[in-house]
C-alpha cells in the first residue's frame, strides 16, 4: 500500500512570512496526526483529526497555526506567520482509528521547515 | 504534565555490544509502542505492547512492558551499525487519546 505522503520536503522562508504543508494519509486511515519535531528532540504532537473532526488540538499554537482536513482525507497545516522557533521537521501521520491498543501509526517523511 | 522520559539521552558503542534503552513514566499507558527513525524519515514503528509484563523479541531486539505499565525497556543483543537511529518510545495514557512521545535515544553502532 503506498504510505503517507507529505510535501514539500523542505521549505525556508524568513520570519513572518506563511508556509503551508500538505499531507495525504493511507487510504482508509480515519485518524490523522500532525506533530512537530524540534532537532534531537521526540516529535510533539500538535493536532489530531478523527475523519475531518478535531479529537485533539491542545498544543496547536492557535493564534499562528491552523490546520484542516476537508473530506476527511487530505490535510493542511498553515504557519501564519511563522517565528524563527518554528524551524523544525512537521510529521503527519494515519491510523486506522483513534490511538489505542495495538493501533499503528504510519508517518510521511516529513517537511524540513527552516525560519531565516 | 504527563512526560515520557527515556535514557540514555545519546549511545555510542562498538559493533557487537549489548545495550539497553528505558522509556519511563509516572502515569499508566493502555499500551506502548517503540519506533526507530532515520535521518530525513519519519519513524517507523518496530514493536506495540499492551499487557503488563508483556515481552516481546523481534530478532535481536527485545521489548518489555513494565508490570504496572509506566514504564518499558528495550534492549538489543550484539547491536550492528544498521541499528544506528532515533529510538523513540510513545503510547497513549491509559483513559485518554492523547498520543506522546518519548524524548528520544540517539544511538550510534561504530562498526
Known amino acids: 500500500e503506498a504510505g503517507v505522503a507529505q510535501s514539500p520536503r523542505y521549505k525556508i522562508i524568513e520570519k513572518r512570512q506563511s508556509v503551508a504543508f500538505w499531507c495525504n494519509p493511507i487510504?482508509?486511515?480515519?485518524?490523522l496526526y500532525w506533530y512537530q519535531q524540534i532537532l534531537g528532540q521526540g516529535p510533539k504532537l500538535l493536532i489530531q483529526?478523527?475523519?475531518?473532526?478535531?479529537?485533539?488540538d491542545s498544543q496547536l499554537p492557535k493564534d499562528r497555526f491552523s490546520a484542516e482536513r476537508l473530506k476527511g482525507v487530505d490535510s493542511t497545516l498553515k504557519i501564519q506567520p511563522a517565528k524563527l522557533e518554528d524551524s523544525a521537521v512537521y510529521l503527519c501521520?494515519?491510523?486506522?482509528?483513534?490511538?489505542?491498543?495495538?493501533?499503528?501509526?504510519?508517518f510521511g517523511d516529513g517537511t524540513r521547515l527552516s525560519i531565516l | 504534565t504527563q512526560l515520557l522520559e527515556q535514557s540514555p539521552q545519546f549511545l555510542s558503542i562498538q559493533e557487537g555490544e549489548n545495550l539497553t534503552v528505558y522509556c519511563n513514566s509516572s502515569?499508566?499507558?493502555?499500551?506502548l509502542q517503540w519506533y526507530r527513525q532515520e535521518p530525513g524519515e519519519g519513524p517507523v514503528l518496530l514493536v506495540t505492547?499492551?499487557?503488563?509484563?508483556e515481552v516481546k523479541k523481534l530478532k535481536r531486539l527485545t521489548f518489555q512492558f513494565g508490570d504496572a505499565r509506566k514504564d518499558s525497556s528495550l534492549h538489543i543483543t550484539a547491536a550492528q551499525p544498521g541499528d544506528t537511529g532515533l529510538y523513540l518510545c510513545?503510547?497513549?495514557?491509559?483513559?485518554?487519546?492523547?498520543?506522546?512521545f518519548g524524548t528520544g535515544t540517539r544511538l550510534k553502532v561504530l562498526a
Open positions: 501521520a494515519s491510523s486506522l482509528g483513534r490511538q489505542g491498543h495495538g493501533q499503528p501509526q504510519h
Open positions: 487510504s482508509g486511515h480515519a485518524t
Open positions: 483529526f478523527q475523519n475531518n473532526g478535531v479529537v485533539d
Open positions: 502515569s499508566v499507558f493502555s499500551s
Open positions: 505492547v499492551v499487557t503488563g509484563g
Open positions: 510513545a503510547g497513549p495514557f491509559s483513559g485518554t487519546y492523547k498520543y506522546i
